[in-house]
């Protein structure tokens, strides 16, 4: 069974910081990997899409990297801004389909 | 429709009473998924249906759960004797096939009181 592991559960970080969230997965045959972000009382939206072939997906600030070796993932953000502060959710695709999702990284970013 | 659409936003029942909570996927979209979301949790996988038919309902924790994709566009999900433990945001997503990202929903926030 697939587990999907987010360090560390919170953070919070002074504006302008680059910082890095961390997901771990127990089953390297994955299909891809997501990083979501979710607002308080929101939906998911999409940031980043990995497929299992890739290496890294860049979008602006954010940056994610994928071993699937390892089963390992992580977002980094550069330059974090207040209006960052949310929860981040990463979720692994496997070749059956469904997706399993973290726990989450709840991040706030102080002015 | 531009994204995911979930009706209604919000809804509190009673216990024992039966719900239905709807999903509007992205037109083209083949491919919807069922996620329930409790607090301080991700989302936890439900169901998934290709076209029409459930391609894999095996998250669903019961059988008073059911979810149904009558002609491949809008689904359905319904809850029979509804109980306080029931009580999660609900969220739906759709991909245009496998393999790519999805879209999700804003969640139905169901409550049983």
């Known amino acids: 069974k697939q587990e999907v592991t987010q360090i560390p559960a919170a953070l919070s970080v002074p504006e302008g910081e680059n910082l890095v969230l961390n997901c771990s997965f127990t089953?390297?045959?994955?299909?891809?990997l997501q990083w979501f972000r979710q607002d308080p009382g929101k939906g998911l939206t999409s940031l980043l899409l990995?497929?299992?072939?890739?290496r890294e997906q860049t979008s602006g600030r954010l940056n994610a990297s994928l071993d699937k070796s390892s089963g390992r993932s992580t977002l980094y953000i550069a330059a974090s801004q207040p209006g960052d502060s949310a929860t981040y959710l990463c979720?692994?695709?496997?070749?059956?389909?469904?997706?399993?999702f973290g726990a989450g990284t709840r991040l706030t970013v102080k002015p | 429709g531009a994204g995911v659409s979930q009706t209604p936003s919000n809804k509190v029942t009673e216990k024992g009473k039966y719900v239905e909570l709807r999903c509007d996927p992205i037109?083209?979209?083949?491919?919807l998924y069922w996620y329930r979301q409790s607090l301080g949790q991700g989302p936890e996988f439900l169901i998934y249906?290709?076209?029409?038919?459930?391609?894999?309902d095996s998250g669903l924790p019961n059988d008073r759960f059911f979810a149904v994709r009558p002609e491949g566009s809008v689904s359905t999900l319904k809850i029979q004797r509804t109980e306080r433990g029931d009580s999660a945001v609900y969220l739906c997503?759709?991909?245009?096939?496998?393999?790519?990202?999805?879209?999700f929903g804003s969640g139905t926030r169901l409550t049983v009181v």
């Open positions: 997503a759709s991909s245009p096939v496998i393999g790519t990202g999805y879209t």
């Open positions: 249906f290709q076209g029409t038919g459930a391609a894999d």
């Open positions: 037109s083209g979209h083949t491919a």
């Open positions: 089953d390297s045959a994955i299909y891809n």
């Open positions: 979720a692994v695709r496997r070749n059956n389909n469904d997706m399993r």
């Open positions: 990995i497929q299992s072939s890739q």
